[in-house]
């Protein structure tokens, strides 16, 4: 890696400076778990201006070095899992007419998300994704929470594969919270550090996914920041996800047959989806 700039930070989680072990370690950066909370969390991490500029670059989405490296191979899974995530969440209840979905790359789980919704937003710090995601959705913006009109408040909020990218998680959802109104639903889905991959790979767990991933979740620490940013009704469950068996090829240092390489292959238990809710009665 070229030069980069480092810092340190607490725990995002219990926000204390306490010890924490070493758990890997990636040059120059570290994965740690907190001595109070459990939490595992990088330390030192990029500075967060340079990974937000990485996040904007335009080659994010199929790079060699960052981002992914053929995000558009994963369209096909990435629509069979949210197709599948969605349908249990509907079944658990989720109701509304409008979502926002932050982090919505180029708009697949809004593409899916279009049978349960009359109203569909999206935000993304890509130009590139911002562009495709409109094909789905009725209006992207490029950047963050901060970008949506305040005047405006959904029914649902999104976050698929976000809240382990984020330097301030705590701050974030509970801004969230404000986003939604009284009842709304957040929907979120994260990498299950808890699970026998990460314990049986070790480093070599996809998720770590260094520099960007920055906080590691388990089923007890995402339930934690949830309720703790005023979160309620929260749900976290494992679930099937569907993946390229080219990626899986790919990630193992290998090449697949061409004719199996868009061939899916689920997995169980990769991942983490939560759904939690916001106090109040719905409107």
């Given at each position: 890696?070229?030069?980069?700039?480092?810092e340190?930070?607490?725990?995002?989680?219990?926000?204390?400076?306490?010890?924490?072990r070493?758990?890997?370690?990636?040059?120059?950066?570290?994965?740690?778990?907190?001595?109070?909370c459990?939490?595992l969390?990088?330390?030192?991490?990029?500075?967060e201006?340079?990974?937000?500029?990485?996040?904007?670059?335009?080659?994010?989405?199929?790079s060699?070095?960052?981002g992914?490296s053929?995000?558009?191979?994963?369209e096909?899974?990435?629509?069979?899992?949210?197709?599948?995530?969605?349908?249990?969440?509907?079944?658990?209840?989720?109701?509304?007419?409008?979502l926002?979905?932050?982090?919505?790359?180029?708009g697949?789980?809004?593409?899916?998300?279009r049978?349960y919704?009359?109203?569909l937003?999206?935000?993304?710090?890509?130009?590139?994704?911002v562009?495709?995601?409109q094909t789905h959705?009725?209006?992207?913006?490029?950047?963050?929470?901060?970008?949506?009109?305040?005047?405006?408040?959904?029914?649902?909020?999104?976050?698929?594969?976000?809240i382990?990218?984020?330097?301030a998680?705590?701050?974030?959802?509970?801004?969230c919270?404000?986003?939604?109104n009284?009842?709304?639903?957040l929907?979120?889905?994260?990498?299950?550090?808890?699970?026998?991959?990460?314990r049986?790979?070790g480093?070599?767990?996809?998720?770590?996914?260094?520099?960007?991933?920055?906080?590691f979740?388990?089923?007890q620490?995402?339930?934690?920041?949830?309720?703790?940013?005023?979160?309620?009704?929260?749900?976290?469950?494992?679930?099937?996800?569907?993946?390229p068996?080219?990626?899986?090829?790919?990630?193992?240092?290998?090449?697949?047959?061409?004719?199996?390489?868009?061939?899916?292959?689920?997995?169980?238990?990769?991942?983490?989806?939560?759904?939690?809710?916001?106090?109040?009665s719905?409107?």
């Amino acid at each position: 890696m070229n030069s980069v700039t480092l810092e340190n930070t607490v725990c995002p989680l219990c926000e204390r400076g306490a010890a924490a072990r070493l758990v890997e370690s990636f040059p120059p950066f570290d994965v740690k778990q907190c001595g109070v909370c459990t939490l595992l969390f990088l330390n030192p991490r990029l500075a967060e201006n340079d990974m937000l500029a990485r996040y904007a670059a335009p080659d994010y989405y199929h790079s060699e070095t960052h981002g992914y490296s053929n995000y558009a191979a994963q369209e096909r899974a990435l629509r069979a899992t949210y197709q599948s995530l969605l349908k249990r969440w509907h079944h658990q209840g989720l109701r509304g007419e409008s979502l926002l979905e932050l982090g919505c790359g180029w708009g697949f789980f809004l593409a899916e998300a279009r049978p349960y919704f009359k109203r569909l937003w999206g935000a993304d710090f890509g130009s590139q994704a911002v562009e495709l995601a409109q094909t789905h959705a009725d209006q992207v913006f490029t950047g963050g929470l901060d970008q949506i009109p305040t005047s405006v408040r959904f029914d649902t909020l999104a976050l698929n594969q976000v809240i382990e990218h984020l330097y301030a998680p705590k701050p974030f959802l509970r801004d969230c919270l404000e986003r939604l109104n009284p009842g709304g639903t957040l929907l979120m889905t994260t990498p299950d550090a808890g699970s026998f991959w990460r314990r049986g790979l070790g480093r070599r767990w996809p998720s770590f996914k260094i520099p960007e991933h920055v906080s590691f979740f388990t089923r007890q620490t995402l339930h934690r920041l949830l309720q703790e940013t005023g979160w309620q009704q929260i749900r976290i469950f494992s679930y099937w996800h569907a993946f390229p068996w080219g990626l899986i090829t790919q990630k193992w240092g290998g090449q697949a047959a061409r004719w199996l390489e868009s061939k899916l292959l689920w997995l169980p238990a990769t991942c983490l989806g939560a759904v939690a809710r916001k106090p109040g009665s719905p409107l």
